[in-house]
């Protein structure tokens, strides 16, 4: 049951060049979607979030963008830098549960 | 900043034996959660608790596992009689009434 996918396991990116990071839901009761980043032997840090009734949220580097229609998020990292290299995860909430539900992660290398 | 911290960092236990994983949430937040993450699987949702109560809990959280907040600060984990299926990172989490989750550095448990 993949409510919250990630299509692409890896990316690799340029230092200074943009990073898009793309998100795919199935669950129409999703309401409010998370961007976490995850290091190895680390708990996933929360990075950056966006609710359904918005499109785009930015916060410094990061930038968020909903497409309700298509059911996709991405996440735009600008410029990368070789310390983002990390897994970075999707997650959905919806409705009254607080619950997450979390894509498998995509790999982001970022090469100097 | 605040954290979410979790002990041990390790936990190996043989397949049978009671197991307990504790967190200090964050010291205003709310809410409580746990999750855990197969290797090489998605991070996935077991339970919340807020108000002390569960307030939501997944299929994985059966009759084998319980949580508990004994105090002001801790929150625990407990696994009755555990499986080899069991070994996985376990993560806690904790929200003020907002969806961003903040979690710890998680428990890796081991089940011979």
């Known amino acids: 049951d993949q409510q919250v996918k990630q299509n692409s396991p890896s990316l690799s990116v340029q230092e200074g060049r943009i990073s898009i990071l793309n998100c795919d839901y199935t669950?129409?009761?999703?309401?409010?979607f998370l961007w976490y980043k995850k290091y190895p032997a680390e708990g996933p840090t929360f990075l950056i979030s966006?609710?359904?009734?918005?499109d785009k949220n930015e916060d410094g580097r990061f930038t968020v963008f909903l497409n309700k229609s298509a059911k996709h998020l991405s996440l735009h990292i600008v410029p990368s830098q070789p310390g983002d290299s990390a897994v970075y995860f999707c997650?959905?909430?919806?409705?009254?549960?607080?619950?997450?539900?979390f894509g498998s992660g995509t790999q982001l290398t970022v090469l100097p | 900043e605040p954290e979410v911290t979790q002990t041990p960092s390790h936990q190996v236990t043989q397949m049978g034996q009671e197991v307990i994983l504790r967190c200090v949430p964050i010291?205003?937040?709310?809410?409580f959660y746990w999750y855990r993450q197969i290797l090489g699987q998605k991070v996935e949702f077991l339970v919340s608790?807020?108000?002390?109560?569960?307030?939501?809990k997944s299929e994985i959280f059966d009759d084998q596992f319980s949580v508990e907040r004994p105090d002001g600060s801790n929150f625990t984990l407990k696994i009755r009689s555990t499986k080899l299926e069991d070994s996985a990172m376990y993560f806690c989490?904790?929200?003020?009434?907002?969806?961003?989750?903040?979690f710890g550095p998680g428990t890796r448990l081991t089940v011979t």
């Open positions: 989490a904790s929200s003020r009434d907002t969806p961003e989750q903040y």
């Open positions: 669950n129409s009761m999703f309401d409010y």
């Open positions: 966006i609710s359904s009734i918005k």
């Open positions: 997650a959905a909430s919806g409705g009254s549960a607080r619950q997450l539900t």
């Open positions: 010291s205003n937040h709310l809410y």
């Open positions: 608790f807020y108000n002390n109560e569960i307030s939501e």
